[in-house]
């Protein structure tokens, strides 16, 4: 924390008090953060909505990444989640007006890569139905990684009552939002669709990543029957990567992938 390897946050820090803060999780690979470019828009576009920051300071991005390569230098292959609030400061909710990049707290912390991951990728998943949905939320806060993640706190809770791997969440309206950790993809005959979450849910980096590269990636409000009509489906996020669904509340997807030998977020037609 704020580049001390035995420190401890503040009971006053406004991350712990309000979830006044955002983070992002990254894929460290031989010491290569994956999509570090996308991780980077991600914390920018944060920096500007919460914390009212036109440009991320680049000598605070140059810290974080030192700080990443410092607890990633004995793993190989690991993960990395980067959080920044805005430390202690300000009465209430309201934040000190004085506000700049020196009170920010930073913790950078390393975890082992989940080990189930590696046969995700190459079997695919089972999913269920989650009856819990999200909420919409503001329009500015729409997509961010912020520190409020109650939902998916619940979301989790729920996926644990289930003989299953994953559940595929719907939003206010009834319509197909993501998965419990992850974004969702799928394929009718050789057209690509994926939520548009205009009203929730998280903008992920692989997300973000196979919308830029692919233009012909429709984004739409979908039901779940049109879900489980594809031929076939994928969770994806940052850690991941890409997993295949198998199945989706009984409903078989007629395709079924091997993902673990892509090292870059990948659609194909058929």
């Not at 912390?109 to 190459?122: G, I, L, M, N, R």
């Not at 939520?195 to 739409?220: D, M």
């Amino acid at each position: 924390m704020n580049g001390a390897p035995m420190a401890s946050v503040s009971p006053t820090d406004r991350g712990l008090l309000y979830g006044d803060g955002f983070f992002t999780t990254i894929c460290v690979d031989q010491g290569v953060p994956q999509l570090w470019e996308l991780h980077q828009e991600r914390l920018a576009q944060c920096a500007r909505v919460l914390f009212g920051w036109d440009i991320f300071p680049a000598a605070l991005l140059d810290t974080l990444l030192a700080e990443l390569h410092y607890v990633t230098q004995l793993n190989e292959r690991c993960g990395v989640r980067i959080s920044l609030t805005r430390g202690v400061g300000g009465r209430g909710y309201a934040p000190a007006s004085s506000f700049t990049e020196q009170q920010v707290s930073r913790i950078v912390t390393a975890f082992d890569y989940p080990e189930h991951y590696s046969q995700w990728q190459k079997q695919g998943v089972k999913a269920e139905l989650a009856q819990f949905y999200l909420a919409d939320v503001h329009p500015a806060l729409v997509g961010l990684k912020t520190l409020n993640r109650i939902e998916q706190v619940m979301i989790k809770q729920e996926l644990a009552l289930y003989q299953t791997d994953e559940v595929i969440v719907l939003d206010a309206k009834g319509y197909v939002a993501e998965a419990s950790a992850g974004n969702v993809f799928w394929r009718k005959n050789k057209a690509w669709f994926t939520p548009k979450l205009a009203s929730c849910g998280i903008h992920g980096v692989v997300r973000q990543a196979l919308i830029q590269k692919y233009s012909k990636v429709n984004l739409v409000n979908a039901t779940i029957e049109e879900l489980m009509g594809a031929d076939e489906a994928f969770v994806c996020n940052a850690l991941v990567g890409q997993v295949s669904l198998q199945q989706v509340s009984g409903y078989t997807f007629p395709v079924v992938r091997d993902y673990s030998s892509y090292q870059t977020p990948v659609l194909m037609d058929s």
